[in-house]
């Protein structure tokens, strides 16, 4: 990775390289990583909204819990990755899902990114107030997990979903 990366939050700026962004990952097929992407932007001013209203606690769906969506804005000005930071945790979470969940677009892979974002979202953690965050990934994503461990996490367990899929949870001290 060259240069300077940062996490931004989400606003009317960054649409044509979230747009790319989405529809690269969209076009992929792969999963997407965190889940917030998923979320279909067509009306951009409608997501952002919905965006605010997550960190702020509004109209949260039931067992829901308050969190913040950033974009990683490479050196050329492109959307490379996303994180969701969870402000707290339900039973789901503890098990699966851990505070921060994040992902490089594919074309953004091996270049430094995930490092980058996990890093400055462990900043993020930190001014929320947590002073340890759970981390979690799929058993079989080798890269993710270095990732983790390169930003301090612990590996604490493994968890295995109901569709048989194992998560590995760690713990990064802050």
């Not at 279909?40 to 209203?53: G, W």
């Not at 990683?72 to 339900?90: F, K, M, P, W, Y």
């Not at 462990?122 to 107030?129: M, S």
Request: net charge negative.
């Amino acid at each position: 990775m060259t240069g300077q990366v940062y996490l931004a939050r989400p606003s009317m700026e960054f649409y044509e390289a979230y747009m790319s962004f989405y529809n690269e990952w969209k076009q992929s097929k792969e999963p997407i990583v965190p889940w917030i992407v998923e979320k279909e932007p067509t009306d951009f001013a409608a997501y952002l909204r919905y965006l605010q209203e997550e960190e702020s606690g509004e109209n949260l769906q039931p067992g829901w819990v308050t969190n913040s969506t950033y974009w990683l804005v490479n050196e050329q000005s492109q959307i490379a990755g996303a994180v969701n930071i969870r402000h707290d945790l339900t039973e789901r979470l503890l098990n699966t899902g851990g505070h921060i969940g994040y992902g490089v677009v594919p074309s953004q892979r091996r270049k430094g990114y995930a490092t980058a974002i996990l890093e400055q979202s462990l900043q993020i953690t930190r001014e929320l107030g947590l002073n340890r965050v759970l981390v979690a990934c799929d058993a079989g994503n080798i890269g993710s997990e270095k990732t983790i461990v390169k930003n301090g996490g612990v590996f604490e367990s493994e968890f295995i979903e109901e569709d048989g899929n194992v998560v590995k949870r760690f713990w990064i001290e802050l």
